[in-house]
């Protein structure tokens, strides 16, 4: 079974762009999650998407954005780059059963390392 | 707000050691996680709990409810076990994504 896929793996990008992350779970995961690595903030959570509905936000401003298509497939797009959102950006996916109450073991990503420049 | 304090920061051991790492957290919890990250950022998932103790080859982890505390052991320990580990909790009633703590660095020295 193939693990979870980031695409791209890397980025370099100039202040003031914008950015599209990709992320494909593991197949018949219908939880997907993002997460900023910096080295000084450490992991913060970003999003939580299950069955195409946002279900949390994390602590970002508006110009993180994400969405769930409906074949779990998520994207994660960050507008107008500022040089601090220079990140390895995670994501990870869950088998959720019922009605997805968000405690199942997680599967990462090997992430993208998006540097603004 | 919900905040992870892990303890030790970083730890250096020889191999064989028996390790313990350290996580309290300050609110209810619905689940905790430990997480190892190598460097190169791949981060693997070694435990989900919500109570008890887990056991998985030479890991375990253990959660104390009651007292807001979780620690994951490795016995027998290994220059392989050199990584990164993180503890991460979800506030109970799921409204919040993932808390991280900010990890233990441990070196295992052949």
């Known amino acids: 079974k193939a693990g979870v896929t980031q695409t791209p793996r890397y980025l370099i990008k100039t202040r003031g762009q914008q950015v599209t992350l990709s992320c494909s779970p593991i197949?018949?995961?219908?939880?997907v999650s993002w997460y900023q690595q910096t080295p000084g903030q450490g992991l913060q959570f970003l999003f939580e998407?299950?069955?195409?509905?946002?279900?949390n936000k994390g602590n970002f401003p508006g110009r993180f954005s994400g969405r769930q298509f409906s074949n779990s497939r998520s994207e994660m797009n960050v507008s107008t780059l500022e040089l601090g959102d220079s990140a390895l950006y995670l994501c990870?996916?869950?088998?959720?059963?019922?009605?997805?109450?968000?405690?199942?073991?997680?599967?990462f990503g090997n992430g993208t390392r998006l540097t603004v420049t | 707000k919900n905040e992870v304090e892990q303890s030790p920061q970083n730890l250096t051991a020889q191999e064989g050691e028996f390790i313990t790492i350290n996580c309290s957290y300050s609110?209810?919890?619905?689940?905790l996680h430990w997480l190892q990250q190598h460097p190169g950022g791949g981060i693997v998932s070694l435990f989900m709990?919500?109570?008890g103790k887990k056991k998985h080859g030479r890991l375990i982890a253990t959660i104390n409810i009651q007292e807001k505390h979780s620690s994951l052991h490795i016995t027998a320990s290994h220059p392989r076990d050199s990584a990164v580990y993180i503890c991460?909790?979800?506030?109970?009633?799921?409204?919040?994504?993932?808390?991280f703590g900010k990890g233990t660095h441990l070196i295992i020295q052949p």
């Open positions: 991460a909790v979800r506030a109970g009633g799921g409204a919040d994504g993932l808390t």
């Open positions: 998407y299950f069955s195409e509905t946002q279900r």
């Open positions: 197949s018949g995961h219908r939880s």
């Open positions: 709990l919500s109570s």
């Open positions: 609110v209810g919890i619905s689940a």
């Open positions: 990870a996916s869950s088998l959720e059963i019922g009605n997805g109450q968000g405690n199942s073991p997680l599967h």
